[in-house]
DNA sequence: TTGAAAGCGCTACCAG
DNA sequence: CTGGTAGCGCTTTCAA
């Protein structure tokens, strides 16, 4: 149909230079007022819109930031997601969703295809168990990691969230409301997140004088369906009366396994990961342990459009809820 | 720090035309296998990723497309929103979210924002209510609207919910259930979809030889606070005994007022719309409007990689889900 | 106050 | 098989 709307073709209409149009698109103070808004109101008029690519072909930043998900169901994810477009909305940036499901070579690839577009940084949650912990070191984009660090990269920044304390603070609630036998699920101590959290957990049964228990303890690469798939296996091999989930996807799993065994809350004590509002809906509410979603996002965002801080982690400490 | 790498850049580390690069990276046959081979491993060794920018400027079809969604918190949008990014990943797209709140304002800000990387396609949910119902009618790039029409842009194709008959059920289903004060919370006739539901309660109704009392039918412009606020209204001015929520944000409102009341389904009868996950675990289950998340956001994007159909409208059947 | 030229990275189109 | 040229839309730099 109709050819692009160009400065040139603009120019070709008015009878004029398309450095005049360009001049008085961009409010360049030499130009003839009267020109400057027979220009304006004929751009308004034919519908001109300036090309993007133009301009980062000469240099201009991108507006586009990508971020890199494993998926946007899980409470978790959408929440930062929604609130990281809405500051990107208000900063004026656009957001480019890529979910990498946690494969490597997705997330790789994704990547790739944000350097194409000169993406002005990524923000990821880097997939866990990088078999080649080599070359994904150099991004060759800003990139800003979320709540787990790849050890590979030393010299990225990482919004990360604080839990031992709410982890810990999980197993002494537990303790008092009289369980002994309290299991947890998380991601392998290869991640620096597992490590930490598993850690945390021990510090717990530690300080409530419990010995652990080797086969109350589950880890594997964090999934729903690990999450769903190692709770029955905790329900049909072990006696544990409690379960701490240390991880959004492993809740998730858990929940929906203890919901379908009929066990949450009557067998099984339930602490939840990442507190989705309908955590509190379900039976008299579930004990959960809470990110401060919006903190994370608003940091990351930060770290996007204030270019200061490379190499620096900035930890936001989880709050266990306590309910029921 | 270091340049940007480019067919040149390697044209010259390698003493040959910028061309044969070019050729040798684009598998055009017309080039010595050893220089293919020695250009391919050059280019991986300093990381070249070809410029889009460069690319869009020549005529090349972007690989974004945009969705513009009220929110990415809410359940539907969420998985709507994880379904299209997935089958963007499959079919070598990406994928910008924006949100526009049912802004108006910020619908057509973000609108132009995608034409200036002269995105793709638009998958938009029309936020309700244009004031000025004008302009908007040419978006400038390929629109496909979701679960809401704008009356302005009929050449547009539109991938829409019918959910007539499940709304009847509801009616229907809650009549047998002993109930004959059934309210309605519902989006303004001013839009398409609310006429539509609402009149399949009003058929409903009809069916159940209930006679409708307008005081049990509130409407109003559709959000999660519209929801509850008005929920809050039927439960302190009316006897209602049931309550259809005809919207997804509705829903989400109306059940918070619902369970802060702690009304749910003791004195309120709830049927509510999207069905996610968590609907099914509390209490005894709510009912709820379910409606086909990823056929829709099949149709979507085989709307934007399959050019045919102009000037189309794809419906698809919500069901009634009945618990409790 | 205006215009012309050059160049950002890339490929279709011609010469060799 | 290989190399040069031109041009996509825009702004910076220089010239009028």
Redesign the interface.
Same mark, same amino acid.
């Given at each position: 149909m109709s050819k692009r709307v160009t400065i040139k073709s603009i120019a070709k209409d008015l009878g004029i230079s398309h450095m005049t149009v360009s001049r008085a698109l961009t409010d360049n103070p030499n130009v003839q007022k009267e020109t400057r808004e027979a220009v304006r109101r004929h751009a308004q008029d034919v519908?001109y819109?300036?090309?993007?690519?133009?301009g980062?072909?000469r240099g201009n930043v991108s507006?586009?930031i990508g971020l890199l998900v494993p998926? !946007?169901?899980n409470d978790f994810y959408? *929440?930062f997601?929604?609130k990281l477009?809405?500051e990107c909305?208000a900063a004026g940036l656009?957001?480019?969703?890529?979910?990498t499901k946690d494969d490597h070579q !997705?997330e790789r690839h994704?990547i790739? *295809?944000l350097?194409?577009?000169?993406a002005r940084a990524v923000i990821t949650v880097p997939t866990p168990e990088p078999k080649e912990l080599d070359q994904i070191t150099?991004v060759?984009l800003d990139e800003i990691q979320l709540i787990r660090k790849r050890q590979t990269s030393p010299n990225t920044p990482a919004v990360l969230v604080d839990d031992a304390l709410a982890i810990r603070d999980a197993v002494l609630h537990l303790h008092r409301t009289g369980h002994r036998r309290i299991a947890y699920l998380g991601a392998p101590v290869t991640l620096s997140s597992g490590r930490h959290r598993l850690d945390a957990y021990r510090s717990g049964l530690k300080q409530a004088g419990i010995v652990e228990d080797r086969r109350l303890v589950l880890t594997d690469s964090p999934s729903i369906s690990m999450g769903n798939r190692l709770t029955r296996k905790i329900l049909s091999e072990t006696d544990a009366s409690a379960i701490i989930c240390a991880g959004f996807e492993i809740s998730e799993g858990a929940?929906?396994a203890a919901?379908q065994t009929e066990t949450l809350n009557s067998r099984l004590a339930f602490v939840g990961y990442g507190d989705?509002?309908?955590y509190s809906?379900?039976g008299r509410g579930l004990c959960s342990i809470r990110v401060p979603v919006d903190e994370l996002a608003e940091c990351a965002i930060s770290l996007v459009t204030s270019d200061k801080p490379r190499e620096a982690e900035f930890k936001f400490a989880a709050k266990l809820i306590i309910r029921a």
């Open positions: 519908g819109v300036r090309s993007a690519a133009a980062t072909m507006p586009i998926n !946007i169901r959408a *929440r997601a929604n477009a809405e909305e656009q957001l480019i969703i890529h979910l !997705i994704c790739s *295809r350097r194409e577009i000169q150099d060759g929940l929906k919901i989705p509002d309908y809906w379900i």
